[in-house]
T-cell receptor
Framework: NAGVTQTPKFQVLKTGQSMTLQCAQD?????MYWYRQDPGMGLRLIYY???????DKGEVPNGYNVSRLNKREFSLRLESAAPSQTSVYFC????????????FGSGTRLTVV | QQQVKQSPQSLIVQKGGISIINCAYE??????FPWYQQFPGKGPALLIA?????SEKKEGRFTISFNKSAKQFSLHIMDSQPGDSATYFC?????????FGTGTSLTVIP
């Protein structure tokens, strides 16, 4: 099925560990996004890539890095995980200004202990 | 600072009733206003959207009402069903970024 695929679905990390969240889309969208979702906070943009080869900070970029590996893939890296990064992470892709909507992945539930 | 303010945080409606969720914004640069529906364990999915040059958009039981002068927009779910129980997010687009509301948890009681 066409869409956005995120891996892993669940992850538990110890404080200070690093990990990379993977995201791939097969809709040939130019734009890709990483959001975090926390109770009472809604969805907050971490980083986005408007097109292959470009990345920009969103609302809450501290503690994260991203790589737009190619048009399909956009990864999010936590270099030194902190308990404050416990959250559900969603990747999304879009052809903004063309179809205007996001397609979200099913999320990664990350717990940092 | 929350760019898009959403209320209520939670809502309980009887089956067959009308569910109403409201959002407000200040940034007049926003030019597209979607609503997303999210079921537990899933990512949000686009439900319905409106542009600011239209005051109302209806798709089946879902209607967006948009008041440009008041900078408010709302989602109305007519004849609410238990299957509509989910979290709903409003959003607003400017440039390349969407800004999301904090979400409304809707429960429809049979």
């Amino acid at each position: 099925n066409a869409g956005v695929t995120q891996t892993p679905k669940f992850q538990v990390l110890k404080t200070g560990q690093s990990m990379t969240l993977q995201c791939a889309q097969d809709m040939n969208h130019n734009s890709m996004y990483w959001y975090r979702q926390d109770p009472g906070m809604g969805l907050r943009l971490i980083y986005y890539s408007a097109s292959e080869g470009t990345t920009d900070k969103g609302e809450v970029p501290n503690g994260y890095n991203v790589s737009r590996l190619n048009k399909r893939e956009f990864s999010l890296r936590l270099e030194s995980a902190a308990p404050s990064q416990t959250s559900v992470y969603f990747c999304a892709s879009s052809e903004l200004r063309v179809n205007y909507g996001y397609t979200f992945g099913s999320g990664t539930r990350l717990t940092v202990v | 600072q929350q760019q898009v303010k959403q209320s209520p945080q939670s809502l309980i409606v009887q089956k067959g009733g009308i569910s109403i969720i409201n959002c407000a914004y200040e940034n007049t640069a926003f030019d597209y206003f979607p609503w997303y529906q999210q079921f537990p364990g899933k990512g949000p999915a686009l439900l319905i959207a409106i542009r600011p040059d239209v005051s109302e958009k209806k798709e089946g039981r879902f209607t967006i009402s948009f008041n440009k002068s008041a900078k408010q927009f709302s989602l109305h779910i007519m004849d609410s069903q238990p299957g509509d129980s989910a979290t709903y997010f409003c959003a607003a687009l400017t440039g390349n970024q969407f800004y999301f509301g904090t979400g409304t948890s809707l429960t429809v009681i049979p």
